[in-house]
């Protein structure tokens, strides 16, 4: 009998759990303890394992993703930290690049540095662009700084210097006099965290490690342990952003790489779907309670990137947050979750987001304490949500609550009734979601035409139709266990690892031997962290180079041949640049010479290849109806009686003429009126409109 594969995926207000065993799948919603999130997952285990009926040793592998991390970066609450840095270079990471994402906002808001001036300590040393040594590290100025940090109760330490990720040994010098003198203090080397060029990228990606490290180290730790109390004594791996999966110790020493661990396990969770479905362009769609997450995929495959901005205080201001040089699935995600928080601005408008009530107190309909209104309150005064049937009949919803708190904070404002300020928020929220897909797109030059809009999460088979109407996808699929959607996802991920490097080479003067000599090292590198979930599995490897025009601020990626490249190679990976160059910007331009800045190199577990679906069944069945509810369609704002199906008493064929609620334990589906449902063979949800 093969073991039991679980899922874990904490988010700011539920945290969601998926169970594979003997062909069957159970899934759980549990909302999260803030204060101790390791004990909402705890408890989680503990009812999924009811479910299922099996044992804790049966369990095989235990899969995790989480946005603490995240969060104690966008809500200040990490540790008390310290960088260490060149002389002379003490404010890189208050000024950045200089860049200002409005030009024309004379109070304009900057991000500040997650440590303080009086913590940005220097030192004497230099290296130049080649490793080279200018100015010996004074390892006696170090020493000097010990007491400072341990008088101002510092419980972390970054270590950035000019140049380090050509030549390390003066991180490393610094980490091995601070493990004498603070031996409870963890060390993030820029050489390691970010060993790539542009100090302001490398330095605050290196902060953003140390200031979640001992945070992250001590959950992870506690969770662990308690996961062995539960008797699990399986490994536990960790989502990355960028869709690998690592160790838990790889994870403590990297935390920043988690970052996006929960919205990249809904990227890979889709990609799965649209593969098993034959659909090569789709939209992923992830609304949960705190966030939606908008991803573009192409070829069964999400897009990814080699850096990410968090806490940005500009909102969907590319450029006004902290950035972080990590690879990541790329996607955008805005405070527009079922927990995001209504109210009305300065200037009058219905707002929505970014803040969320979370799990604690969560939405007033929770009957948690919460006063304020959110999406979910609204849903529910629309008649969208079901009260006795909330995350599969756990909770039950306060429709009064939700009533009065609409209609303080926003109706009362307005001059409108409950009701209708519960459209507004509704429509706001599913506006802010069209316009962010709507910005996506654009941005990466890419269109919605054709495309398949997959929904999942708690909130997104609600809002689906909507937001597929605003920004003109006609057909929308929402998945089996669409409401757990990321936890899945997490089942579908390979083990994984990318290092990255810099290495400044021309082709003109292309040294093979110095190139192969990297790759190498940064193979063995991924491979120790691999084989670290254990021994024999089968690895597929994938090497990129990031390449430039001479001049050119930015690089493209070029795929390497995964072998030692020999010189025929050079000619052959040159003109693969001007092939990738053209895809971007319509032609090359001939002539110039090419620099490369750095490579990549990735290695993964091999998967099981999805099958694709077979054709749809012909019988067409007619649904039988739970009964009825009252709601306002938010395109007319008229009432009418809707429907209701149970997903799981619906066979393959079944059609249903919208407007109907096809609920389920995790969530519901909305079918707009226009709209048509219909089940297919995997039993998933395929929504299209006239």
């Avoid at 995926?9 to 969601?16: E, L, S």
């Avoid at 810099?502 to 093979?512: E, G, I």
């Avoid at 000619?571 to 092939?579: G, H, I, L, M, N």
């Amino acid at each position: 009998m093969h073991a039991a594969r679980l899922a874990v995926d904490i988010g700011g207000t539920f945290t969601d759990l998926a169970l594979e065993h003997a062909g069957q799948r159970t899934t759980l919603k549990v909302l999260t303890t803030p204060a101790a999130p390791e004990q909402g997952v705890l408890d989680g285990v503990r009812s999924i394992l009811s479910a299922a009926q099996i044992a804790a040793a049966d369990i095989g592998i235990v899969i995790h993703g989480t946005t603490l991390a995240t969060n104690a970066i966008i809500e200040r609450k990490g540790a008390r930290t310290a960088l260490i840095t060149t002389q002379g270079f003490r404010d890189v990471i208050a000024m950045g690049n200089e860049s200002r994402y409005d030009q024309y906002d004379l109070n304009i808001t900057l991000p500040e540095p997650l440590v303080p001036r009086h913590l940005r300590l220097t030192v004497p040393e230099r290296l130049d662009n080649e490793g080279t040594v200018l100015l010996p590290l004074d390892e006696a100025a170090v020493g000097a700084l010990v007491p400072a940090l341990r008088d101002a109760g510092v419980q972390s330490l970054a270590v950035g210097f000019l140049h380090a990720f050509v030549n390390p040994r003066h991180e490393q010098l610094v980490c091995e006099i601070m493990a004498d003198a603070l031996p409870d203090v963890p060390v993030s080397l820029s050489s390691e965290v970010s060993p790539e060029m542009r100090e302001w990228e490398r330095f605050s990606t290196t902060v953003a490690n140390a200031y979640v490290q001992p945070l992250m180290a001590r959950y992870l730790r506690k969770l662990e342990a308690g996961l062995r109390g539960l008797g699990v004594a399986t490994p536990v791996f960790l989502m990355l952003s960028g869709g690998g999966l690592t160790t838990i110790e790889t994870a403590c020493r990297f935390p920043v790489r988690l970052v996006e661990s929960g919205p990249a396990g809904g990227a890979i969770f889709s990609a799965s779907i649209a593969k098993e479905c034959g659909l090569e362009n789709v939209l992923s769609f992830d609304m949960g309670g705190t966030t939606a997450k908008i991803c573009l995929i192409d070829g069964f495959k999400p897009q990814t990137a080699r850096a990410f901005e968090v806490a940005r205080v500009g909102r969907f201001r590319k450029g006004s947050g902290l950035p972080l040089r990590i690879p990541v699935i790329e996607m955008v995600e805005i405070g527009a979750g079922g927990g995001s928080l209504a109210h009305v601005d300065a200037m009058g408008r219905i707002a929505v987001g970014p803040e969320s009530a979370g799990a604690d107190p969560g939405p007033a309909c929770y009957g948690r304490g919460g006063t304020k209104p959110a999406v979910t309150d609204a849903n529910l005064v629309l008649g969208r949500y079901d009260a006795a049937r909330f995350a599969g009949g756990s909770m039950t919803l306060d429709s009064a609550a939700a009533h009065d708190a609409l209609l303080a904070e926003v109706g009362g404002t307005l001059g409108l009734t409950a009701e209708m300020a519960a459209l507004g928020v509704v429509e706001m929220v599913d506006e802010n979601m069209a316009n962010a897909a709507r910005v996506h797109a654009i941005e990466s030059g890419k269109t919605y035409d054709g495309r398949t809009l997959i929904a999942f999460g708690g909130g997104g088979p609600v809002h689906a139709c909507r937001v597929a109407e605003k920004i003109g996808i006609s057909r929308v699929l929402v998945p089996s266990g669409a409401g757990v959607g990321s936890a899945i996802g997490f089942l579908r991920a390979p083990v994984g690892y990318e290092v990255v490097r810099s290495l400044y080479q021309r082709f003109s003067t292309f040294d093979v031997d110095a190139v192969n000599a990297l790759l190498a090292e940064m193979q063995a590198e991924a491979m120790r962290v691999v084989a670290a979930a254990g021994s024999g599995l089968t690895t597929t490897e994938t090497r990129t180079a990031f390449m430039r025009y001479v001049g050119q601020g930015h690089e493209i990626p070029v795929p390497l041949p995964s072998r030692v490249l020999v010189p025929d190679d050079v000619a052959a990976v040159r003109t693969r640049y001007d092939e990738e160059y053209t895809k971007f910007y319509d032609r090359p331009v001939p002539g110039s010479d090419v620099e490369i800045m750095g490579y990549a190199v990735v290695v993964a577990t091999v998967m099981e290849e999805t099958a694709i679906a077979t054709t749809p069944p012909v019988v067409e069945l007619q649904a039988t109806s739970n009964g009825t509810q009252l709601v306002r369609d938010t395109t007319t704002g008229e009432v009418s009686s809707w429907s209701v199906y149970d997903r799981g008493a619906l066979a393959p064929g079944t059609r249903i003429a919208g407007p109907a609620i096809i609920a389920e334990d995790e969530t519901s589906t909305l079918v707009g009126s226009g709209w048509t449902a219909s089940i297919d063979e995997m039993r998933y949800l395929v929504l299209y409109r006239a």
